[in-house]
């Protein structure tokens, strides 16, 4: 079956087909193609109001940390980029070393005030956090060799008893 776009290609340019023809065919194809896939992307969202719940749910989930953290992202890729853009040759050394600065002397200013926000907001400090990790995986590791010790004090004294209880042939 020939779609119907086709047929009014073909209709325009008096049937015959020649390079024009098939790439009007290919471009049809592309765009049919791509609004069934726009199409299928949409439905599977949900209905056309739902990207602007989800901007509106980000707004009320937004903190002052989020909202840090996010620029902290933002300004630590923007320094790669630089650097990137530097080595490439598309930015003059000089320039490229005053922008750097400044993102970098922002992002330092962003990380101290997360640190200060973490400290007043009730979260521990980086350091405490490591310190909390180090306890708990020192006491998993004691459990564990107190559990790989118990272990080996039931199969040596089993051991002993499992040879008393056979007979001797």
């Given at each position: 079956m020939v779609p119907p776009g086709w047929i009014l290609i073909l209709q325009i340019n008096h049937w015959r087909i020649d390079?024009?023809?098939v790439f009007l065919f290919i471009s049809w194809a592309a765009v049919i193609?791509?609004?069934?896939?726009?199409?299928?992307?949409?439905?599977?969202?949900?209905?056309?109001?739902?990207?602007?719940?989800a901007a509106d749910e980000?707004?009320?989930r937004s903190t002052p940390r989020?909202?840090?953290?996010?620029?902290?992202?933002?300004?630590?890729k923007a320094v790669k980029e630089m650097e990137?853009?530097?080595?490439?040759?598309?930015?003059s050394d000089a320039d490229a070393n005053h922008i750097i600065g400044f993102y970098r002397a922002r992002a330092i200013a962003v990380m101290k005030r997360l640190d200060a926000?973490?400290?007043?907001d009730g979260e521990a400090s980086v350091r405490e956090r490591i310190e909390r990790e180090v306890k708990a995986r020192v006491a998993v590791d004691r459990?564990?060799?107190k559990a790989k010790a118990k272990a080996k004090t039931k199969t040596k004294t089993a051991a002993p008893a499992k040879e008393e209880s056979e007979p001797s042939s």
């Open positions: 390079a024009p023809v193609g791509i609004g069934l896939f726009l199409g299928h992307a949409a439905m599977a969202y949900g209905d056309a109001g739902g990207l602007a719940q980000d707004a009320v989020s909202e840090l953290m996010s620029e902290k992202r933002s300004l630590l990137f853009e530097r080595d490439m040759g598309k930015i926000l973490g400290e007043d459990r564990a060799a």
